[in-house]
């Protein structure tokens, strides 16, 4: 077994153990739970994307797919959460210097330290180019003031990376990024969000009201943050495909034995064509999914361009994930309403992915946009 499988088989042990033991309960507590992280890094599942020397599995983008299904197939919050920790240690392995690698990756690595990435603001998601939250140079220290928004992981998060404008007045080349303890003097934690659901997510919000931020404490500077923020936007929604290949896997897997065992009119439920249609479509929906995150999975780890094919897939895996866990929520009649199936959970998550890390709408723009690019020269 390659070391690649190895993660992706570590991945589906701790989500059908861990995770399965405790994401219902999450759910019906609204709760948090900061433990994973440690647990996760137990499995070997905080430094995925880290290099091998620093200490991480340095897995391609097609193995996180696979291993994003694994977890969310039981639970797409806690997912998620993970996925944003280990975005979090790969930037500061990749941007940091050695003295901010050796100063914090190795506690995010053993899930001790948990990361969060801070860039939209509670008047405007979408437009990240135009960020508020300033970071005002004081001699060789900065002063930083603002608020983010929907911050994953914000109830637990001990270590945020901040983006933030440098240049009162200032466009995208003024954004940079900090690294901020989430005990400094100054900062905030917000409450958490009452949601429709995926609480295992934290999401939450920061104030930092003149927080002082040192020199060393400065990961990407002016004028390569807005870059970096979203350079990372393709593997971003490429993943989310891949978590809802577990969402829809999952529903699958409980509603086929349902309508294979249970029977009314004469026969077992999957002979009404009704219902044997619908489910077929939601196959159909998750085999599409995979084909189109693999394909942008392949893209990004080939360092080709890889926008429009992740705007692709997360437009589509979110809709069809909705759309798929009503489906099989419906074929379990009245039994999918209950707490003991997936269900709920995976249906308010469904609708969370249509929002995070772009809109269904941005998707839309960046597709509406390379068909304008595709067909604009032609007569």
């Not at 994973?36 to 620093?54: P, R, S, T, Y």
């Not at 989310?240 to 034995?257: F, Y």
């Amino acid at each position: 077994m390659s070391s690649n499988d190895n993660v992706v088989a570590a991945a589906g042990e701790f989500a059908a153990t861990y995770l399965q033991a405790n994401a219902a309960q999450w759910e019906r507590d609204r709760y948090m739970p900061r433990a994973m992280f440690q647990h996760a890094a137990d499995a070997g599942l905080c430094g995925l994307l880290v290099a091998q020397e620093l200490g991480g599995r340095n897995v391609d983008f097609a193995t996180l797919i696979q291993v994003v299904e694994k977890l969310a197939y039981t639970d797409f919050a806690a997912a998620f959460a993970l996925v944003v920790h280990n975005n979090h240690a790969r930037a500061i392995s990749t941007q940091g210097s050695d003295a901010q690698i050796a100063r914090w990756l190795p506690d995010m690595l053993a899930g001790r330290n948990v990361g969060a990435f801070l860039l939209t603001e509670p008047g405007g998601g979408s437009d990240a180019a135009h960020i508020t939250t300033i970071a005002v140079a004081d001699g060789d220290d900065y002063v930083l003031n603002g608020e983010k928004a929907w911050v994953t992981n914000s109830t637990h998060a001990d270590l945020l990376n901040v983006f933030a404008q440098t240049q009162l007045g200032g466009d995208a080349r003024g954004i940079a990024s900090f690294q901020v303890p989430a005990d400094s003097a100054g900062v905030q934690r917000l409450d958490a969000y009452d949601m429709i659901g995926s609480y295992a997510m934290g999401a939450g919000g920061f104030r930092f009201e003149n927080v002082r931020v040192a020199a060393d404490q400065l990961l990407v500077p002016p004028g390569q943050g807005f870059k970096a923020a979203l350079a990372g936007i393709d593997i971003a929604r490429t993943v989310v495909a891949g978590m809802c290949c577990g969402m829809l896997q999952s529903g699958l897997d409980v509603v086929m034995p349902r309508l294979l065992e249970r029977h009314a009119f004469g026969g077992p439920l999957i002979d009404q064509q009704g219902l044997a249609w619908q489910i077929a479509d939601v196959a159909t929906d998750l085999a599409a999914t995979r084909l189109l995150a693999a394909e942008a999975a392949r893209l990004i780890d080939a360092n080709e361009p890889a926008a429009l094919t992740a705007a692709h897939a997360k437009k589509f895996a979110t809709s069809v994930t909705l759309n798929g866990m009503a489906a099989c929520m419906q074929g379990m009649g009245a039994d999918g309403l209950k707490q003991q199936y997936p269900f709920a959970r995976h249906l308010a998550a469904a609708k969370i992915a249509q929002y995070i890390d772009g809109t269904t709408e941005i998707q839309n723009v960046v597709i509406s946009r390379a068909l304008q690019e595709q067909y604009k020269d032609l007569d």
